[in-house]
């Protein structure tokens, strides 16, 4: 074959080659892989399983590879919507990807949510040692909100019906956080729902020595004292 013969060949192929992209739906790009992996706090193998995996160790349910093929369209859909809602074009609009939600963690659930679930099934005492555990794991880093609100929100909102389990969280929240004010106020609140009005009176001299300016322990320790001297 001569050289002009070999060149024409190699340039048919080329053409063909391109003839046959063209023909080929545009792929959509997909995301950069390092990132994905480490929006979700997660390695390549979670998705990618590595050969020889064997099926019978799969759990039920979708696939990650398919949850996370929805994921992008989805992550693409909120993409175009946050530009239509925002007025911007794309590049100027602040983007959402997976890290935006996810944080670091496959399932982005905020703490407060993961610490009630297992409260639920498993007890309290259950996610005390859970909370410990996420926190030393995942101090500092964007997963979990480790900061004062979390457990004393967990506190407030189950304190009518599970006063002790209130109790717990807010006394764990004193372990980080001694200076809490507001989490004596919760556990004294916690304490008004068993009826135990002298434990909610020491736990409310404690939240107005931390902080006198907190007028609403202050009211309310009035108010049970007051209501102590009458009976
Ligand atoms: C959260 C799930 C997830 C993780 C983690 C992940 N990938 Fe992917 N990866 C996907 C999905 C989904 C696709 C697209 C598959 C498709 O469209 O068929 C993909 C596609 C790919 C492709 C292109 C394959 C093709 O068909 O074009 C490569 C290469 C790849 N991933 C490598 C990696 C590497 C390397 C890592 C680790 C750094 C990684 N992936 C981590 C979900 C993931
Ligand atoms: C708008 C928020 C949001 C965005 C953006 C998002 N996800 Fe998710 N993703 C979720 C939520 C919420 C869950 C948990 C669903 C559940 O409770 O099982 C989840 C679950 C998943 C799971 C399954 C995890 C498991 O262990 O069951 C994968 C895999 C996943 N997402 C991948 C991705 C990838 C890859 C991206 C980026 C392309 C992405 N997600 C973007 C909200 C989001």
Sequence with gaps: MNVKLLLKTILMGAAAVSFLAAQQPAREPLPDMQSVASALGVTCEYCHAPRGASAAEAP????????????????KDLNARVEAAS???????????????HR???????????????????GAAAAVTQYRDLRTRFFGKSAYDFSEQTLLTLSQRIANV????AIAFAKLN??????????YQAVAFAYTRKVDDASAITALEKAVELD?????????????KSYQRRR
């Design 60 to 75: 039920a349910g979708p696939s990650h590879i398919s949850v996370a093929k929805q994921m992008i369209a989805m992550t």
């Design 87 to 101: 007025g911007k074009a794309a590049g100027v609009a602040t983007k959402v990807d997976c890290a935006t939600c």
């Design 104 to 122: 670091g963690v496959p399932i982005p659930k905020p703490l407060g949510d993961v610490l009630w679930d297992t409260t639920r099934t498993q």
């Design 162 to 165: 599970r006063p002790d389990d």
């Design 174 to 183: 004193l372990e980080f956080y001694p200076n809490s004010s507001a989490s």
């Design 212 to 224: 006198p300016g907190n007028n609403v322990a202050r009211g309310q320790l009035e108010q049970l």
